[in-house]
Antibody, heavy 117, light 111 residues
């Protein structure tokens, strides 16, 4: 059974950093395209990072230079390093698998990141 | 502002059909056959309902169908049931520099 379990969210001050983790089971992270998607309070879904199986990464302009997606193949885990956090980064962050391209067939339950002083 | 435009709300009575639209441009919806639809019950993980415009993943009832005409994609839910009440989001491929764009979401209410 495919499962994605996120962790690492919490309350952080503006300008701070946070690293989200997503432990996958039932499939191999490194063999798949993976993504992080967020949903701000009362807002829609927003793609915030993508990593291809070959290791290439992509980010929207809203987080480029601040967020970094990565994976640890030995732990079958996906990460999202978030730096220079802003109030507008407050959201529930979902880890997800892309398949078939570019649809998302499995999502985690999400982890809440709140950026506030 | 979301890249794709959806109506904020839609509604229908049990047994009826409802269609939700998703309007983009020739650079996303109109340019590729890569439109997906997701069902999201608040507090739960979103669920893929339609991919590649009109394909249903295993386990999704055939009451859900997708289509596209020009720059507008549509999700139709037939034979509405109470459990269909949820938020629905469309997404589309939008090119190699911006692979995934989402709509703003539509809240479907079953009256």
């Amino acid at each position: 059974e495919v499962q994605l379990v996120e962790s690492g969210g919490g309350l952080i001050q503006p300008g701070g950093s946070l690293r989200l983790s997503c432990v996958a089971s039932g499939f191999t992270v490194s063999n798949n395209y993976m993504t992080w998607v967020r949903q701000a309070p009362g807002k829609g879904l927003e793609w915030v990072s993508l990593i291809y199986s070959g290791g290439s990464t992509y980010y929207p302009d809203s987080v480029k230079g601040r967020f970094t997606i990565s994976r640890d193949n030995s732990k079958n885990t996906l990460y999202l390093q978030m730096n220079s956090l802003r109030a507008e980064d407050t959201a529930v962050y979902y880890c997800a698998r892309i398949s078939p391209w570019p649809s998302i067939d499995y999502w985690g339950q999400g982890t809440l990141v709140a950026v506030s002083s | 502002q979301s890249a794709l435009t959806q109506p904020p709300s839609a509604s229908g009575s049990p047994g009826q059909s409802v269609t939700i639209s998703c309007t983009g441009t020739s650079s996303d919806v109109g340019g590729y056959s890569y439109v997906s639809w997701y069902q999201h019950h608040p507090g739960k993980a979103p669920k893929l309902m339609i991919y590649e415009v009109n394909k249903r993943p295993s386990g999704v009832p055939d009451r859900f169908s997708g289509s596209k005409s020009g720059n507008t994609a549509s999700l139709t839910v037939s034979g509405l049931q109470a459990e269909d009440e949820a938020d629905y989001y469309c997404s589309s491929f939008a090119g190699s520099d911006n692979p995934v764009v989402f709509g703003g979401g539509t809240k479907l209410t079953v009256l």
